[in-house]
């Protein structure tokens, strides 16, 4: 059975950093693409950032270019590094995988097969 497992997530102030990881397990040989998602209290689930099988392709939202970024140290293991922490970034941040689907072409939630339970970032100014 496939597992997304989040951890790393906290109480920050503005300007701070966190690291964010996930670890993916369930289906040994396989290399999933990953990605990160938020939701914040009251607001859709938006994409963060997504990085592909091998590490050499990565995607981010606008809303976190230059602040965040995203790496995998090996097949399973996937960091979400968060700069320059705003309050507006507090959300629960999810990990999610691509183990089915094709590449993702607008990095939406239903390109995504699996999901974690996600983990709170608070940022408070």
């Not at 964010?20 to 689930?45: E, H, I, Y």
């Not at 959300?91 to 995504?112: H, L, M, R």
């Not at 999901?115 to 970032?121: A, D, K, M």
Request: glycine share 12%; aromatic share 14%; net charge neutral.
């Amino acid at each position: 059975q496939v597992q997304l497992v989040e951890s790393g997530g906290g109480l920050v102030q503005a300007g701070g950093s966190l690291r964010l990881s996930c670890s993916f397990s369930g289906r040994a040989g396989t290399t999933p693409a990953m990605g990160w998602f938020r939701q914040a209290p009251g607001k859709a689930r938006e994409f963060v950032a997504h990085i592909s099988w091998s590490g050499d392709f990565t995607h981010y939202a606008d809303s976190v270019k230059g602040r965040f970024a995203i790496s995998r140290d090996n097949a399973n293991t996937v960091y979400l590094y968060m700069n320059n922490l705003k309050p507006e970034d507090t959300a629960v941040y999810y990990c999610a995988a691509i183990v089915w689907g094709p590449v993702p072409t607008s990095f939406g939630v239903n390109e995504y097969d699996y999901w974690g339970q996600g983990t709170q970032v608070t940022v408070f100014a």
